[in-house]
């Protein structure tokens, strides 16, 4: 199944309000500063839609050509100017220099061990102005070990059917997600079934930290329910903010 039909479907289940937060959380560690942003694992643009509307230009990169293409066409249609990147957020030199760089919707949850967390955060340092700022969010310990492991969601509508399971992972601290669709994708009565398999891994709030300041960033934050809370215990998902050094 191709990232184009992919991305469709998620389009659909998504929570849009999910992106009016994540654009509030911007603002509220940027201080409503507009400047250059490079948006990372920006999948079908609607975030960086959001950001340029805003005032900010706008760079978004992602692994997936079909992602970007569906990201251009968002932008198109919305009459928004946005660079779009096809690459790998370990490896950004070379794309430009950004005052800040975001990574939302647990994206860097899919790094499958330290050493790719590490290599994407120096690589952001790397691409930062000096006291550029990034922004990130992941699954807290909590959300990994507590709430997943046997949580399933249905989602149906007339041409689609989605079923989604999550379980323990085979690491420490990290979960896998089993996504089936059924797609009536010719408009016919006629389901094809697709299957997924999403692997997704987090850290301590100590081992994020480590690994930020071994990098060279500064003034780490971390916060709950995009930036309005303090961390506690049921925390699903932890918010950071960090700034790199200026001379």
């Not at 490079?38 to 959001?50: D, R």
């Not at 700022?133 to 909590?142: G, K, Q």
């Amino acid at each position: 199944m191709s990232y184009t039909t992919f991305a469709a479907f998620y389009d659909e289940i998504m929570d849009d309000s999910l992106y009016e937060k994540w654009l509030a959380f911007t603002h509220l560690v940027l201080k409503n500063q507009k400047g250059s942003i490079l948006e990372l694992a920006c999948g079908t643009g609607k975030l960086a839609v959001e950001l340029s509307r805003e005032g900010y230009e706008v760079t978004g990169l992602d692994l997936s050509d079909d992602m970007l293409s569906l990201a251009y066409n968002t932008a198109l249609e919305q009459g928004q100017d946005i660079q779009l990147i096809q690459g790998d957020m370990r490896e950004l030199s070379g794309i430009g220099r950004f005052d800040a760089v975001t990574c939302f919707s647990d994206s860097l949850c899919y790094m499958a061990d330290e050493k790719e967390m590490e290599e994407v955060f120096k690589s952001v340092h790397s691409v930062l102005n000096e006291r550029g700022t990034f922004l990130f969010d992941v699954h807290s310990l909590h959300q990994v070990n507590e709430v997943f492991p046997g949580y399933q969601y249905h989602y149906l509508s007339e041409d689609a059917a989605f079923l989604w399971s999550s379980f323990s992972g085979e690491t420490e601290n990290s979960v896998e997600h089993e996504l089936t669709f059924f797609i009536n994708e010719n408009k016919n009565g006629m389901y094809t079934r697709y299957e997924e398999q999403h692997k997704e891994r987090t850290y301590s709030i100590e081992n994020y930290k480590r690994m930020l300041d071994e990098a060279g960033f500064v003034h780490i934050d971390v916060s709950a329910e995009f930036g309005e809370e303090e961390v506690s215990k049921s925390t699903k998902r932890w918010f950071f903010s960090c700034r790199k050094q200026g001379e």
